[in-house]
Nanobody, 127 residues
Framework: QVRLVESGGGSVQAGGSLRLSCAAS????????MGWLRQAPGKGREGVAA?????????YFADSVKGRFTISLDNAKTTLYLQMNSLKPEDTGAYYC???????????????????WGQGTQVTVSS
């Protein structure tokens, strides 16, 4: 079964860290944009970070997380990570992993159309 499974969410105090993982049940081949999106209560999903692999690799970060979050893909190309440091209460939300084949493109992070989504993992940051 082709799927993405997130893990690593939890509850932390402001200033703490969490590492999210997204395990793919398949080898990720081709040109793709694999990202993390989050949804805060009462709000829509927003792109947080993305990893693009094509001829080379690129990473994308929302302005709100630049300098605090990093994204990486393991060498086996099956697990995507999101290292979140200096967490803030406004980082609270459900975090989703998603992938689409092709570019992340100029429409990232506004474009939240992905081909495959994980089930999400909850991150709660208390002040």
């Amino acid at each position: 079964q082709v799927r993405l499974v997130e893990s690593g969410g939890g509850s932390v105090q402001a200033g703490g860290s969490l590492r999210l993982s997204c395990a793919a049940s398949f080898y990720i081949a081709g040109t793709y944009c694999m990202g993390w999106l989050r949804q805060a209560p009462g709000k829509g999903r927003e792109g947080v970070a993305a990893f693009y692999r094509g001829g080379g690799t690129l990473t994308y970060f929302a302005d709100s997380v630049k300098g605090r979050f990093t994204i990486s893909l393991d060498n086996a190309k099956t697990t995507l990570y999101l290292q979140m440091n200096s967490l803030k209460p406004e980082d609270t939300g459900a975090y989703y992993c998603a992938i689409r084949w092709g570019q992340c493109g100029d429409t990232w992070p506004e474009d939240t159309s992905y081909a495959l989504w994980g089930q999400g993992t909850q991150v709660t940051v208390s002040s």
